[in-house]
């Protein structure tokens, strides 16, 4: 059977092949520890819930319009301006089956063969998949530790070519949860603004940052920067939400209504009902999430004190989402592991704790967990990478 090339060519996913040897080792009644889903571990709220199923029960089960339901493109209207102060009309807002489907669809709509896109690393492992699957070319500006893996304003002056259309923000980040401070995303929106560049503001962790914190979107910076600005939300980290799929694109209403085009030829329109749940989750209480965020916060403080108490790894106080990313290079050297996949998959099958090796986020000296897991599976993967790392 023949594969098209521009699918047969792509990366295949770090992650599973974790999770397929976790699952195997589950299967074969050992006790493993898995630290890598990107998901919270909370169900998600109440009301939310009960919205859907009165949704359905209402006869909200049939086709929608593609871009989404009209009370829920008003529901983003109105946080965006209450939470942002972005001012957008619905027919600036589509809908989609997820953030990642928003962010898919906007790299299909914009980017012609050859196109470049300008990708900080560390990154999502999606960003390069989706901009190759559109022709696009990813170009990578590596994130310093030391700058807590931002990139800097004089890097993305020397990538810009005649070529670049986009350049990708992630503020909180998946995997280091570093945020982009009001001054820094001002100098890089000058930049994008002066050359004529697309950002595209991932926003999806936006709801879960700590210690007094600021989100600023980069749309929100001026007028010149909404213009240049396409901001990508959603509601499935910060209420549970990430089987609903539900998140949503803002920005250029030429550009939206390309993307929602493309939907209408692929997706048809989000799930009917599951609109209906994310109406609720803007719309009604918060206590649910600042219960998570709190929960989130002590998890992060208490695994980053754990891990940083062991010789041989460090890693620094993520800001927002719900990930720490660990540097292991000295770990490797000690082990004489060739590279951060073998030390990984011999983490997992001589303590049987299960991680993300940093090669799908462009970092290969790094692993990512997640502490949107319980307390008592951080405390005890804790101690069994202490005892990999350091023969206890």
Not at 97 to 120: C, M, R, S, T, W
Not at 177 to 188: C, F, H, M, T, V
Not at 327 to 332: E, G, L, Q
Request: contains cysteine.
């Amino acid at each position: 059977m023949k594969i098209a090339q521009r699918v047969a060519g792509i990366t295949p996913s770090k992650t599973l092949a974790i999770t397929a040897k976790a699952k195997e080792l589950k299967e074969q009644g050992y006790d493993v520890v898995g630290l890598g889903a990107g998901e919270p571990d909370f169900n998600t709220p109440q009301h939310i819930i009960d919205a859907a199923i009165n949704a359905m029960e209402a006869g909200h089960t049939k086709y929608t319009p593609a871009a989404g339901i009209p009370e829920l493109k008003k529901a983003i209207c109105e946080k965006l301006e209450k939470e942002n102060g972005l001012s957008y009309k619905p027919a600036q807002i589509i809908v989609c089956n997820g953030a990642k489907h928003a962010l898919y669809n906007l790299f299909q709509a914009l980017l012609d063969p050859g196109d470049e896109v300008l990708i900080p690393s560390p990154y999502w492992v999606s960003y390069p998949e989706m901009v190759t699957l559109a022709g696009g070319i990813p170009v990578y500006l590596a994130g310093e530790e030391e700058n807590q893996f931002k990139i800097t304003p004089r890097q993305l002056e020397q990538a810009i070519t005649e070529k670049t259309q986009a350049l990708i923000i992630n503020s909180p980040n998946n995997p280091t949860g570093s945020i982009y401070s009001r001054e820094e995303l001002e100098k890089i929106a000058e930049i994008c603004i002066a050359k004529n560049i697309l950002i595209v503001s991932d926003e999806i962790y936006e709801k879960l940052i700590y210690d007094g914190e600021e989100h600023v979107s980069a749309a929100a910076l001026s007028k010149e920067a909404y213009d240049h600005t396409v901001v990508i939300n959603g509601v499935s980290k910060p209420y549970s939400m990430t089987g609903w799929r539900i998140g949503y694109a803002a920005g250029n209403a030429e550009l939206i209504r390309a993307m929602t085009n493309l939907s209408s030829h692929s997706t048809s329109n989000p799930t009917s009902f599951a609109q209906y749940g994310a109406l609720a989750a803007l719309q009604g209480p918060q206590e649910a999430l600042q219960m998570m965020k709190a929960e989130f916060d002590k998890r992060r403080k208490a695994v980053v004190e754990m891990l940083n108490s062991v010789e041989g790894i460090h890693c620094l106080l993520p800001k927002g989402a719900f990930y720490v990313f660990i540097n292991v290079s000295r770990a490797m050297a000690k082990g004489g592991y060739r590279d951060v996949d073998a030390w990984s998959q011999a983490l997992l099958e001589q303590q049987h704790v299960a991680v993300v090796p940093g090669t799908g986020f462009g970092a290969p000296d790094y692993i990512r967990i997640s502490y949107a897991t319980s307390m008592e599976k951080l405390i005890k993967g804790a101690e069994r990478i202490k005892k990999f790392v350091e023969g206890v």
